[in-house]
Structures are given as C-alpha cells and as structure tokens.
C-alpha cells in the first residue's frame, strides 16, 4: 500500500523554525522526485521545493529560497523540509508529493500524502 505520511506541522511565531518530514512506504522512493507543495486557503497548491532522486539538486519556488531546504535520506525513505524565518505568508497545508516518470510506458507514478497544516502567527 502507498503512503506518504508528512509530520511536523504546527503553530510557529513570525521568524520562527519548523522541520517537517515526509515518510514513504510502499513504493521505491529512492528513485522518485521528491517535492513539497502548499496550499492556502481560497489558493491553488504550489510547488514550494523538489529534490531528485539522488539529491543532487534541489528546486525552489522564489518566494521560500534561501529560507526552506529540502532534503532526503533514502536509507529511511524519508523528505525533509526545513523552514526557517517563518513569515505568516507561509501559512498553508503542506503537502508531500512523489513523482516518476516510466519512459518504457509513457505514464508517470504521482502519489501524494494528507498534508500537514503549517500556521505562522503571532
């Protein structure tokens, strides 16, 4: 059974630090993209970070860099994303998302997990 089991949300003051964690099972995630999206109320999910397979590289959406790092342990099938300078425009239910394209089948594998609400306030 595929799982994506995201944790480490909560209530954080302005400029505060969260680490959330993404925890897959049921799958190789080892060799799927890795990313995090939020989503806002009355907005649409945007992508905020996605790490490749190995980890080699990293991807961000401008208005989180240099303050999320997205990270991952393959020997724990496990995604990090670290959250520093919190601001409360960064509140939104945080979603876990595994991706990987088959080129032998043309068709992509797209899992997602139930999200973690994330609130910036004061």
């Known amino acids: 059974q595929v799982q994506l089991v995201e944790s480490g949300g909560g209530l954080v003051q302005p400029g505060g630090s969260l680490r959330l964690s993404c925890l897959a099972s049921?799958?190789?995630?080892?060799?799927?993209?890795m990313s995090w999206y939020r989503q806002a109320p009355g907005n649409e999910r945007e992508l905020v970070a996605s790490?490749?397979?190995?980890?080699?590289?990293?991807n961000y959406a401008d208005s989180v860099k240099g303050r999320f790092t997205i990270s991952r342990d393959n020997t724990k099938n496990t995604v990090y994303l670290q959250m520093n300078s919190l601001e409360p425009e960064d509140t939104a239910v945080y979603f876990c998302n595994a991706k990987k394209y088959w080129r032998i089948t043309d068709t992509t594998s797209d899992y997602w997990g139930q999200g973690t609400q994330v609130t910036v306030s004061s």
């Open positions: 790490i490749t397979s190995s980890g080699s590289s990293t």
């Open positions: 049921g799958f190789s995630a080892s060799s799927y993209v």
